[in-house]
C-alpha cells in the first residue's frame, strides 16, 4: 500500500501570494495532523482532523492559515498572503484512530518564499 | 513554546561507539514516542513509550521512559553508518490529547 503523498514537493512563492499544499493520508487513516518544520528544528504541531472534523488548530500560527479535510480522507493546508516567516517544510501524517497509534509522515512540501 | 526539550542538540562518534539522547518534558506525558528522520528525508516512527518505567529494546537501539514520565532516553549501542539521522521525541502532553510535541531533536553524525 502507499503511503502519506504530498504535492508539490516544492513551492516556491513570492511574498504575498497565496498556496495550498495536498496531503493523501493512507487509506483508512481516520487521524490527519499538519507539522511545520523550520531548518534545524522538530516538527511543530499545527492542526488535527478526526475525519473531516478539525478537533485542535492551536497550532495555526495566524489566521492566514487554513486547512480543511472535507471528505476525510484528501486534505489541504492553505497559506493566504505568505510571508517569508512562513519559509518551512510542511509535513502531513497520519494514523489510525487513537492517541496510542504512529504517525505516518509524508515527504513534505518545502515552502520557500521570496 | 518548546515544553520539550532534547540533548544535546548534535553528536559526532566513531562508528561503534554508544550514542544517547535525552528528552525532558516540564509537564508529565501521556505517552512518548521516538521517531528518526535521515537527512533529506521525513521522520519515521521508531517506539512508543506508555508506562512509567518502562524500557523497550530495539536490535541495538534501547528506549526508556523515566518513573515520573517526564523524561526519556534512546541509547544505541555500538553504533553504525546506518544510523545517521536526527532523532526526535515527541510526547503527548495532554492525556486523551492526539497532539504531538516534538524536541528538538539530536543530529547523529558518524565517523566510519
Known amino acids: 500500500g502507499a503511503g502519506v503523498s504530498q504535492s508539490p514537493r516544492y513551492k516556491v512563492a513570492k511574498r504575498g501570494q497565496d498556496v495550498a499544499l495536498r496531503c493523501d493520508p493512507i487509506s483508512g487513516h481516520v487521524s490527519l495532523f499538519w507539522y511545520q518544520q523550520a531548518l534545524g528544528q522538530g516538527p511543530e504541531f499545527l492542526t488535527y482532523f478526526q475525519n473531516e472534523a478539525q478537533l485542535d488548530k492551536s497550532g495555526l500560527p495566524s489566521d492566514r492559515f487554513f486547512a480543511e479535510r472535507p471528505e476525510g480522507s484528501v486534505s489541504t493546508l492553505k497559506i493566504q498572503r505568505t510571508q517569508q516567516e512562513d519559509s518551512a517544510v510542511y509535513l502531513c501524517?497520519?494514523?489510525?484512530?487513537?492517541?496510542?497509534?504512529?504517525?505516518?509522515f509524508g515527504p513534505g512540501t518545502r515552502l520557500t518564499v521570496t | 513554546g518548546q515544553q520539550v526539550m532534547q540533548i544535546p542538540q548534535y553528536q559526532h562518534v566513531q562508528e561503534g561507539e554508544d550514542f544517547t539522547t535525552y528528552c525532558n518534558s516540564s509537564?508529565?506525558?501521556?505517552?512518548i514516542q521516538w521517531y528518526k528522520q535521515r537527512p533529506g528525508g521525513h521522520p519515521v516512527f521508531l517506539i512508543q513509550?506508555?508506562?512509567?518505567?518502562e524500557v523497550k529494546k530495539q536490535k541495538r537501539l534501547t528506549f526508556q521512559f523515566g518513573e515520573a514520565k517526564k523524561n526519556s532516553s534512546l541509547h544505541i549501542t555500538a553504533t553504525q553508518t546506518t544510523d545517521v539521522g536526527t532523532y526526535f521525541c515527541a510526547g503527548r502532553i495532554i492525556q486523551g490529547a492526539q497532539k504531538l510535541v516534538f524536541g528538538q531533536g539530536t543530529r547523529l553524525t558518524i565517523n566510519p
Open positions: 509537564t508529565t506525558l501521556s505517552n
Open positions: 513509550l506508555v508506562k512509567s518505567g
Open positions: 501524517a497520519s494514523s489510525l484512530e487513537g492517541r496510542n497509534y504512529e504517525q505516518y
